[in-house]
């Protein structure tokens, strides 16, 4: 079945350093893949997405980029601010057409990002 | 912009009680899902509904049961708690738009918690 793993972390790192979350996935097709943030008591928000190989999804200063020859979809920012402290969620979706819209998600990173 | 609304945000039960976790979107949405948030194991799927009527098996079903109500409601119901499923449960929507990928929106959590 498919399946996403990611980094675990925790992962801590001071102002303006630069971040990169891995993910890796295992899917029979060609899925689309996604990072999603979850803030302190709040549920999950749609971070970015990609949809296709070689496809970049950005969004607030996050990157990620499709790589299907090593099923990657890493997280990267160049420059974090304390408010990016959250849980990083990577995701896939097979799209296998049908109804199955479901979502397989990673365990998730927990980042904090000190002043 | 309600979006997708859970009730309640906390709860503490006692073992063999019965709860129903309520969750209403208001975006006319065709998919909703229910997940469980666990440390440590990302989220996982309970139950999901492709749409008003239908309602299918996630990953971890056992020990629930959901009730699509209409297009804008989906309820999860334990009805005899036990303390494995003192978990963040979270409900999500999606707009079916033949294999385009929207993403889900998800609300922002029940808390509970089984003694």
């Known amino acids: 079945g498919d399946s996403v793993t990611q980094m675990e972390g925790p992962v801590t790192l001071s102002e303006e350093a630069f971040l990169t979350i891995n993910c890796t996935y295992t899917a029979t097709g060609y899925p689309s893949l996604f990072w999603y943030v979850q803030y302190p008591g709040e549920g999950l928000q749609l971070l970015l997405k990609a949809t296709k190989a070689d496809d970049k999804g950005s969004n607030k200063g996050f990157e990620a980029t499709y790589r299907k020859e090593t099923t990657s979809f890493h997280l990267e920012k160049g420059s974090v601010q304390v408010s990016d402290s959250a849980v990083y969620f990577c995701?896939?979706?097979?799209?296998?057409?049908?109804?199955?819209?479901?979502?397989?998600f990673g365990k998730g990173t927990l980042l904090t990002v000190n002043p | 912009n309600a979006g997708v609304t859970q009730t309640p945000k906390f709860q503490v039960l006692k073992t063999g009680q019965s709860m129903t976790l309520q969750c209403a979107q208001d975006m006319n949405h065709n998919s909703m899902y229910w997940y469980r948030q666990d440390p440590g194991m990302g989220l996982r799927l309970i139950y999901y509904s492709a749409s008003e009527g239908t309602t299918d098996k996630g990953e971890v079903p056992n020990g629930y049961n959901v009730s699509r109500l209409n297009k804008r409601e989906f309820s999860l119901r334990l009805e005899s708690a036990a303390p494995s499923q003192t978990s963040v449960y979270f409900c999500a929507s999606r707009q079916n738009r033949g294999r385009s990928n929207q993403p889900q929106h998800f609300g922002d959590g029940t808390r509970l918690s089984i003694l």
């Open positions: 995701a896939l979706r097979e799209n296998s057409g049908g109804s199955n819209y479901k979502l397989t």
